[in-house]
C-alpha cells in the first residue's frame, strides 16, 4: 500500500523560505510517476503547486513559479518543496501526492491526475 | 477565477440523486477526475478517466463528459456522501493541472 507523508516546520516566518518533505513508502520515487504539491488555503479550493517527475525534471504552477523549487533525495525516498518569500496568503494545508501524466490512445484524450495523497501538513506564515 | 467551473452548492435529501458539474474548455482534450473531501481529510479520487471508477468507491458513483462539460452522478445520495467536491483535470497545453473550485455537497 502507497502512503505519502509531509513534514515540516508548521510556522514560517513572513520573506522566508517554506520548505517541506514527502517520505513514501511502498513505492518508489523512481517509478514512472509524477510527484506533485498542492495546498489549500484556509476555507478554499485546491491549488497546484507543480511536480517533480522521476527523471528530475520539473513543471511548476505559473502563478508560483518565480518562488517555487522541488527536488528529490532517491536515497531516502522523498520529495521536497522550497517556497520562498512567503507571505500570508502562503498560509495553507500542504499535500504531497503521486500522480501520472500521458495520453490515452484507445480514448483520445490527455490524461493527468493524482490517485495517492498524504494528509496533509497545515503551515503557516506570521511573525 | 477558475479554468475549470463548478456550482457552489448542491443539495438533496437522502436517496435523491445528486449531479456536480464542471465546466471547462481543457475538457475537451483532457479527462476529468473527481475527488470528495471530508472536513479535515484529504481529497480521495472517486472517479478517474471521466467515467471510470476506482476499487472502493461505491456504484452509486459515476461519471460523464459530454465535451467541455464533466458531470458526477451521486444515485441515491447517503448521508456520507456529504462533502466538498472537486474536478480535476489538465489545463488545454497539458503543462498544468487544473482544479475547479470546489462543490459542497449538502445532504438535507
Known amino acids: 500500500q502507497v502512503q505519502l507523508q509531509e513534514s515540516g516546520p508548521g510556522l514560517v516566518k513572513p520573506s522566508e523560505t517554506l520548505s517541506l518533505t514527502c517520505s513514501v513508502s511502498g513505492d518508489s520515487i523512481n517509478n514512472n510517476y509524477y510527484w506533485s504539491w498542492i495546498r489549500q488555503p484556509p476555507g478554499k479550493g485546491l491549488e497546484w503547486i507543480g511536480y517533480?517527475?522521476?527523471?528530475?525534471?520539473?513543471n511548476y504552477n505559473p502563478s508560483l513559479k518565480s518562488r517555487v523549487t522541488t527536488s528529490m533525495d532517491t536515497s531516502k525516498n522523498q520529495f521536497s518543496l522550497k517556497l520562498t518569500s512567503v507571505t500570508a496568503a502562503d498560509t495553507a494545508v500542504y499535500y504531497c501526492?503521486?500522480?501520472?501524466?500521458?495520453?490515452?490512445?484507445?480514448?483520445?484524450?490527455?490524461?493527468?491526475?493524482?490517485?495517492?495523497w498524504g494528509k496533509g501538513t497545515t503551515v503557516t506564515v506570521s511573525s | 477565477s477558475y479554468e475549470l467551473t463548478q456550482p457552489p452548492s448542491v443539495a438533496v435529501s437522502p436517496g435523491q440523486t445528486a449531479r456536480i458539474t464542471c465546466s471547462g474548455d481543457a475538457l475537451a482534450k483532457q479527462y476529468g477526475y473527481w475527488y470528495h473531501q471530508k472536513a479535515g481529510q484529504a481529497p480521495v479520487v472517486v472517479i478517474f478517466k471521466d467515467s471510470e471508477r476506482p476499487s472502493g468507491i461505491p456504484e452509486r458513483f459515476s461519471g460523464s463528459n459530454s465535451g467541455t462539460t464533466a458531470t458526477l452522478t451521486i444515485s441515491g445520495v447517503q448521508a456520507e456522501d456529504e462533502a466538498d467536491y472537486y474536478c480535476q483535470s489538465g489545463d488545454s497545453t497539458g503543462t498544468s493541472v487544473l482544479f475547479g473550485g470546489g462543490t459542497k455537497l449538502t445532504v438535507l
Open positions: 501526492a503521486r500522480g501520472g501524466r500521458g495520453y490515452d490512445p484507445s480514448g483520445g484524450k490527455f490524461y493527468y491526475y493524482m490517485d495517492v
Open positions: 517533480i517527475y522521476y527523471s528530475g525534471s520539473t
